[in-house]
């Protein structure tokens, strides 16, 4: 059993001090996810990787438990995806602004849906996605908002890389056709 794994049970067995000892262990993986994450959403953010990282500890560390290294990184990904669209749907309201952006004006100016809205449309495509297939929405979790690679991904997974890549490909035609349908409306 790993080091992470024990110090989860610890902390399961109500040991004082035993979460003060698993930030260290955990904190480079977690920020790396995070730098990974915030690296993919629009410049000029508020947020920073390390105020993720601190933000998702925090809700990981409290009355949940961890069935080992897999269960703990996965609810990492989760806390840090809601965390993300939390601060998107934060933004939209009117008294942050609403859907304004600021814009250079030029001619041939095309207009994009801006990154939280892409974000929040994913949210919604991730949440039927996770109805239909759960173990496929969980692949997209760790693949895009944890940022794994095939590889690590399959191994968190108990999956062969080929099933994983075969996965992904499918989970994300389906997304991204869920995600259309739901700007076409």
Known sequence: MSDVTNILAAIERGEPHAAERLLPLVYDELRQLAGAQMACESPGQTLQ???LVHEAYLRLI???QFNGRHHFFAAAAEAMRRILIENARRKKR???GGG???RELQEDHRVELPPDDRLLALDE???QLAEA???LAELVKLRYFAQLTVEQAAELLSLSPRT???NWVYA???LRRAMDRESAE
């Open 62 to 64: 409290g009355d949940q």
């Open 125 to 127: 495509a991730l949440g």
């Open 164 to 166: 994983v890549k075969r």
């Open 172 to 174: 994300s035609a389906w």
């Open 94 to 96: 009117l008294k942050h």
């Open 49 to 51: 990787a390390t105020a």
């Open 100 to 102: 304004r952006q600021r």
């Open 133 to 135: 297939h759960p173990e």
